[in-house]
């Protein structure tokens, strides 16, 4: 069907839209249509309208080269058809009889001109136009729905060439220019036209297939979106050695709870993406967002030997650019930030609404950083400093004791050796 692809872009002036939206509402207009249906009723009110113009031109034409007759009244009869079904489905608001109506005449009409003027040779192949019919039933219905029209194209094309000597025997003279003539034009416009219609759909095609590659790496990493794509294949795979991040926002609910839900959402939308631009620099993987939480890897999926120092510069930007970050209404964001290290797993969960996930005791440590932590503070397990130590000066927090894991030696991370009075 149309709503297969997205029609192209309007045009960004208001005045304009509003234009556009008349032209879409006009024809066979109904309130509780959805915006897919306006946007077929306006095609097929287009193609329509453009077959019946076409239609009096042809009808014209065979009138000067044949005189008044049947083979000029027959395009005259598509117009009068087709015509006639746009004013129907206008009346009853139901556009599908002029999309039915026009794939009939395109298909018959034709069919008969070529039978009328004497065959495939003496008509110059006139249906050609026929096998429009069967690519207007591909822009508004399945591909299954589509294949009877197509079928129907083929038994009278099959028709026009078992029966094609009674045809010219019973057909007027035709000179061989005017032949010429119309096989020119019959091939040649009507190619032009399947031509546009599929190089339409394929551009549009091309357009969704990239807006879901980008959705997809959205929500998958690069390494692993392509090889989704080519399996359905469990995809897990351990890492040795790799660094989470847990960021988390402090008081939350006090902070946000004299704020209209629109602004704090923009409030959050604005600090998170902030937080995205940074993970690119760094190039880590931005695992997920729930709500007020941030998490971030650092050696997965691909591993690096710096996974830990990649996780430290990231956690310390990240804290300096809270700190740039202008108040509102009063009031200022504080993230506490847990870092830890050590081997993990990492795979891809779910078959619909699929995510790209860890697990393992790192990822639960990590957590446990980041909620035994202090506002605006890195804080960070012993695995994690023995890596980071030689280019972080670290403060010992000393011993604490960690839900399900007892007491563990942890850190606070202040800045980079070589920037010592570097704010955090």
């Known amino acids: ?172 003279v035709v000179a061989e220019s005017t032949r010429l003539f119309f096989f020119i034009m019959n091939v040649s416009f009507s190619s032009t036209v399947v031509f546009i219609f599929a190089g339409y759909y394929v551009a549009a095609a091309n357009r969704e297939r990239a807006k879901a590659n980008a959705l997809l790496l959205n929500v998958l990493p690069k390494e692993i979106a392509p090889i989704l794509k080519a399996s359905n294949a469990t995809i897990a795979e351990h890492y040795d050695s790799a660094s989470v991040l847990f960021a988390d926002i402090v008081g939350s609910t006090p902070l946000f709870s004299d704020m209209e839900p629109a602004a704090a959402v923009d409030w959050l939308n604005d600090i998170f993406s902030m937080f995205d631009e940074l993970v690119d620099k760094y190039q880590l993987e931005k695992i997920r967002t729930i709500g007020d939480n941030y998490m971030v890897a650092s050696g997965v999926p691909t591993p690096r030997p710096d996974h830990a120092q990649a996780l430290i510069h990231l956690s310390l930007d990240m804290l300096h650019s809270l700190e740039q970050l202008p108040s509102r209404n009063g009031k200022r964001i504080d993230f506490r930030l847990g870092i830890n290290s050590g081997p993990l797993v990492a795979g891809v969960i779910g078959k619909t609404k699929f995510h790209y996930d860890l697990w393992g005791d790192a990822v639960n440590i990590a957590s446990r950083m980041e909620s035994h932590g202090e506002a605006g503070q890195v804080h960070i397990t012993d695995e994690t400093y023995r890596l980071i130590k030689h280019e972080f000066n670290c403060a010992p927090r000393g011993t604490i004791e960690i839900k399900g894991k007892g007491e563990m030696e942890t850190y606070f991370v202040t800045s980079r050796k070589s920037q010592t009075n570097e704010p955090i």
Not at 35 to 58: H, N, P, Q, Y
Request: hydrophobic share 50%; glycine share 6%.
């Open 1 to 172: 069907m149309l709503n297969k692809t997205n029609p192209p872009p309007g045009a960004t002036n208001p005045s304009s839209r509003r234009d556009n939206m008349n032209l879409r509402t006009f024809f066979a207009y109904d309130p509780q249509d959805s915006e897919d249906t306006r946007l077929e009723k306006f095609a097929i009110f287009l193609v329509a309208s453009s077959c019946c113009l076409a239609g009096i031109v042809w009808c014209a034409m065979y009138y000067a080269i044949f005189g008044w007759g049947f083979i000029s009244f027959l395009p005259l009869c598509f117009v009068l058809f087709v015509g006639g079904a746009l004013i129907v489905s206008h009346l009853t608001k139901n556009h599908t009889i002029a999309i039915y109506m026009q794939i009939i005449c395109i298909i018959y009409i034709t069919s008969m001109l070529q039978w009328s003027i004497g065959g495939v040779f003496a008509s110059g192949f006139v249906m050609a136009w026929a096998f429009c019919g069967p690519t207007v039933a591909l822009v508004f219905f399945s591909v299954k729905r589509s294949l009877p029209w197509f079928v129907l194209y083929l038994i009278n094309l099959f028709i026009s060439v078992l029966f094609n000597d009674y045809f010219a025997s019973h057909g007027p």
